[in-house]
Structure formats: structure tokens, C-alpha cells
């Protein structure tokens, strides 16, 4: 969920930044509770009816999607492709989600660096 409202956030930021009245973005993800959460709570979700972890990033996401800075589609993309095909069988959008968690184990591994 965190990587989410990275996209969205940053996304909002360079639109705003440039200029542009409203920009679209396919947000890739491979973590299909996440995207299923984030459709169920888009509308609905209030602090005192949850007890979900991360309830306080889908408020913050809700939050950023209201200044309709961004339009945002979520896509899901299987996850460790790697594990099974080799790396020319895997699609564009594979290999940007392996890219992206190399990235990321190799942030929360740094020495000083916690994962929460």
C-alpha cells in the first residue's frame, strides 16, 4: 500500500509542478488485497470502523485522490515472474514490478534503514 500512495503522491506533485490541469498514470501493483482494498475503501472507509492495518495510508491515498491532480487505473501484475520464466519471457510490466522490488530490498537492506 505505501508504494501506492508513493506513485500517487509523487504523480500529483510533477502535474502539479508542471502545470498540467489533470494527468493519468497506470498504477502496476502485484498484490491483489491491496488493489481490492483500495476499491472497497475508496469511497467508504472512516477511521472509527476500522481496525485494518493500514488504515491510515488508504485515508491518505483517498485524501490525494480528492485533489484530482491524478487520475489513477490500477493494474495487477503477477509477482516474482522471475522465479518461474526467464527474464526476455517476462512482459514489460513484469519486468518493471521485478525492477521495483529489487529496489526495494535493496533500500531495506541498507544498514540504518527499517522496514515497517
Not at 506533485?13 to 482494498?37: F, H, M, P, Q, Y
Not at 485522490?65 to 513484469?94: N, S
Amino acid at each position: 500500500m505505501l508504494g501506492q500512495v508513493a506513485v500517487l503522491i509523487i504523480s500529483s506533485l510533477l502535474v502539479a509542478e508542471r502545470g498540467i490541469s489533470r494527468g493519468r498514470i497506470i498504477s502496476l501493483c502485484d498484490n491483489k488485497a491491496t488493489l481490492r482494498r483500495l476499491a472497497a475503501h475508496s469511497r467508504t472507509l472512516r477511521v472509527r470502523d476500522q481496525v485494518d492495518s493500514e488504515v491510515d495510508l488508504f485515508l491518505v491515498y483517498r485524501e490525494w485522490m480528492k485533489k484530482q491532480h491524478i487520475r489513477c487505473t490500477h493494474r495487477w501484475v503477477k509477482g516474482h515472474q522471475d522465479r518461474t520464466k526467464k527474464r526476455h519471457e517476462i512482459d514489460d510490466e513484469g519486468i518493471l514490478n521485478i525492477e521495483v522490488d529489487e529496489l526495494a530490498t535493496s533500500a531495506y537492506t541498507k544498514a540504518g534503514v527499517g522496514r515497517t
